[in-house]
C-alpha cells in the first residue's frame, strides 16, 4: 500500500462481474491481468480509462487482500479458459462445416487473388522482406471507361 493513501472501501465494490471499480464496469482482475504483465500505472489507467485515484484504490486493494483476490483471479482464469475452450470445439464444428461446404458460384476469381495473395505474403515472411519493399499488387478492378 501506498503511504498516505487509505483503502476507501467503497471505491472497491462486488458485484456480479466480481471485484468491481465503483462506478465502472473494470474488475480487479483486469488490473491483476495488467500488473503481472508488467505494465506501469499511468499504462493501466490509460487503457481501462480510470482516474489515478482508482487505479491507486485498486492496487491499494489488491495489496491489502493479496491472497484473496489472488484466489478469486485464479477462478476467473479458470472460467475465461474453459469457455475459451467450449467456443474453440464450437467454432471448430461449424468452420468444418463451411469448408466442406461448395464455394458460391462466381467467386472463383476473388478465390484465385486471395490464394495467390497469400502466397506471396507468406512468400515475403518466409524472406522477411518488409511489405513497402514487395512490387505492387496488380490491380484487378474492371475498367468503367468506355473504349
Same mark, same amino acid.
Given at each position: 500500500m501506498r503511504s498516505g493513501? !487509505?483503502?476507501? $472501501?467503497?471505491?472497491?465494490?462486488?458485484?456480479e462481474r466480481g471485484l468491481t471499480i465503483a462506478g465502472t464496469r473494470v474488475t480487479l482482475y483486469d488490473v491483476l491481468g495488467y500488473l503481472r504483465a508488467e505494465w506501469s500505472r499511468e499504462r493501466i489507467a490509460a487503457i481501462l480509462r480510470l482516474s489515478n485515484e482508482q487505479v491507486d484504490?485498486?492496487?491499494? *486493494?489488491?495489496?491489502?487482500?493479496?491472497?484473496?483476490?489472488?484466489?478469486? *483471479?485464479?477462478?476467473?482464469?479458470?472460467?475465461?479458459d474453459e469457455a475459451r475452450q467450449y467456443w474453440e470445439a464450437r467454432n471448430r464444428e461449424r468452420l468444418a462445416q463451411i469448408a466442406?461446404?461448395? $464455394?458460391? $458460384?462466381?467467386?472463383?476469381?476473388?478465390?484465385?487473388?486471395?490464394?495467390?495473395?497469400?502466397a506471396e505474403r507468406a512468400a515475403r515472411d518466409a524472406r522477411?522482406? $518488409?511489405?513497402?519493399?514487395? !512490387?505492387?499488387?496488380?490491380d484487378h478492378t474492371p475498367s468503367t471507361s468506355s473504349s
Open positions: 493513501t !487509505p483503502t476507501n $472501501p467503497t471505491t472497491i465494490i462486488r458485484t484504490a485498486a492496487l491499494d *486493494y489488491i495489496a491489502a487482500h493479496r491472497i484473496g483476490v489472488e484466489a478469486e *483471479y485464479a477462478l476467473v482464469l479458470q472460467s475465461a466442406a461446404a461448395s $464455394p458460391r $458460384p462466381g467467386t472463383e476469381a476473388l478465390r484465385a487473388t486471395l490464394a495467390q495473395r497469400a522477411n522482406v $518488409p511489405a513497402e519493399t514487395m !512490387p505492387e499488387a496488380e
